[in-house]
């Protein structure tokens, strides 16, 4: 394997490459890194694919830009593009997870010509918010009763995540302001990483929050206690290597690219509106985690799925696998995987 830093239009992201052909680009949600791929790199290589695993921005060993809004969504399309384009790539396989699903899904839509397929663990196209993550609207039936604030797609997503921060502590609301948030992860960065993997895993409680108030609370209050490394899917060096790359210099940036990703909500469901009606129409695989905790936050996903996904090719359910299917269960997705870009 090999590493390069691409300029994607002023600012470098960090790209670990294996094996020659096809190329297949993975991104990463938050928390992960490049390292999120280790189990996928050398089965792609060996199966006769490109595999190439970013640090998105804000991340690992790209850079990390204060401004939030470099991290919206029209800019993280300008530097994937970019990644293609740095590959000579005309089009390219994409595979996304949470955070890196939402960027997959948007490029499939506003650049459906670049992506030769899509291959996804979260689905299109609901979100925490009661909005599609592309920003669409829904079209309520003529005569709909006013919704709570929490609920109406009326109001940007930080006034309905405040609202549903009255009631409880919602790591949405509290990720949106610069400082507490940046403090409190950076200050505990291996605690916090090892608490939200396990959360986010197959036998995690993510759910947690619902019984912490937000008032005094930070998110390491939300999130449980976790068992003591390894666990059946992550050995204790593994996870020094999420420890290592979320590292920096600057502790304000340890944790900076999936914070400001938070905080680009408002920006995105503006921006969204010109993309509200369209489908995802490339040939795409959504694979999940049976046991994936964050799928509470998708109500009727399957039905949503079929109806706004046309080029949906098959839906793959993993047993024993929670948000980081890629990890808990590599070998069952790498079969998936690889047999559906080999069929394209």
């Not at 979100?127 to 079209?139: F, H, I, K, N, V």
């Not at 919704?147 to 509290?174: I, N």
């Amino acid at each position: 394997m090999r590493e390069e830093r691409i300029d994607v239009g002023g600012v470098a992201i960090n790209a670990v490459i294996a094996g020659q052909g096809p190329l297949v680009l993975m991104i990463h949600g938050f928390p992960g890194l490049s390292w999120s791929w280790r189990h996928q790199m050398a089965p792609l290589a060996e199966a006769g694919f490109m595999a190439v695993a970013i640090d998105s921005l804000g991340y690992g060993k790209s850079d990390r830009p204060a401004d939030p809004a470099l991290y919206d969504s029209d800019h993280m399309q300008a530097y994937l593009l970019a990644i293609l384009d740095h590959f000579g790539a005309e089009t390219a396989f994409i595979i996304g997870q949470d955070f890196g699903a939402q960027y997959a899904w948007n490029l499939a839509v506003r650049a459906p010509e670049r992506v030769r397929a899509l291959v996804t663990t979260i689905p299109y196209d609901y979100d925490l918010a009661g909005r599609a993550m592309l920003g669409s609207q829904p079209t309520l039936p003529p005569g709909t009763p006013p919704q709570p604030v929490m609920a109406s797609t009326d109001h940007p997503p930080s006034t309905r995540f405040a609202a549903m921060a009255a009631e409880h502590f919602l790591h949405f609301h509290y990720f949106q302001q610069v400082g507490p948030a940046d403090r409190e992860l950076a200050e505990k960065l291996p605690e916090f990483l090892k608490r939200d993997f396990y959360a986010l895993s197959a036998e995690g409680n993510l759910w947690n929050w619902l019984d912490v108030p937000s008032e005094g609370s930070g998110y390491l209050d939300a999130l449980p206690p976790t068992p003591d490394l390894p666990w059946r899917w992550l050995s204790e060096a593994e996870f020094a290597g999420f420890v290592d790359g979320y590292m920096h210099p600057d502790v304000t940036k340890r944790v900076i690219g999936g914070l400001n990703s938070y905080r680009t909500a408002d920006a995105n469901w503006e921006s969204g509106r010109a993309w509200a009606d369209h489908d995802v129409t490339v040939p795409t695989l959504f694979v999940y985690g049976a046991k994936d905790p964050s799928f509470g936050f998708f109500p009727e996903w399957r039905e949503r799925m079929e109806k706004r996904v046309p080029g949906l090719e098959g839906i793959v359910e993993v047993a024993d696998a929670g948000h980081f299917i890629q990890q808990e269960q590599p070998d069952a997705f790498n079969r998936v995987l690889i047999d559906f870009l080999q069929s394209r």
